[in-house]
């Protein structure tokens, strides 16, 4: 199956997210993108892998917000986080914090829509939430992008496909 990144509508921003886990710490990133522009920031910290998860998202739509965003779409490859934001499922306690930061950003949008993503879709984010150059790091909007981060958005620009195998 071949899976793509798609520009958002005209007047949207999409953030694309992911979270990445070594054996003390985890880190998430977020990139938000219309057809022209990229703003990536990243963070390394302790947590575990779905609240790395929901605190991509919740940094992902406050960086959305402090660049003047009112129309989200937020793109994760995590079907449970994106069930808690949207009130599916039963959520840990341990998460009520971060979900309503979550949707007091939410309330700050005119319009969202948050989408699953497949993994080899959401390779740009996957590299911001891999890189660290010192731990305990949290960077937004840095100046630099890196080559590889370059590469992988250049590709996604292109509509060069991702594979993946089916399930």
């Not at 302790?46 to 790395?52: D, E, H, V």
């Not at 590709?155 to 991702?162: A, H, L, N, R, W």
């Amino acid at each position: 199956m071949e899976v793509h990144w798609r520009p958002p509508p005209h007047d949207w921003l999409k953030i694309n997210m992911d979270d990445s886990l070594s054996k003390d710490w985890s880190g998430y990133g977020a990139i938000l993108r219309n057809e022209d522009t990229l703003s990536p920031g990243y963070h390394w910290t302790f947590l575990p892998s779905i609240f790395s998860k929901l605190k991509a998202i919740e940094m992902g739509i406050w960086m959305a917000i402090s660049a003047g965003v009112t129309k989200l779409w937020i793109k994760s490859n995590s079907t449970t986080a994106l069930a808690w934001i949207k009130g599916n499922g039963c959520r840990p306690w341990s998460s009520i914090c971060c979900l309503r930061c979550i949707h007091q950003g939410l309330d700050n949008l005119t319009d969202w829509i948050a989408t699953h993503i497949h993994h080899e879709g959401n390779i740009p984010p996957d590299l911001l939430a891999s890189h660290r150059s010192d731990r305990g790091e949290t960077i937004l909007f840095p100046s630099n992008v890196w080559t590889d981060l370059q590469a992988a958005i250049d590709q996604d620009k292109s509509d060069i496909p991702y594979v993946r195998k089916k399930d």
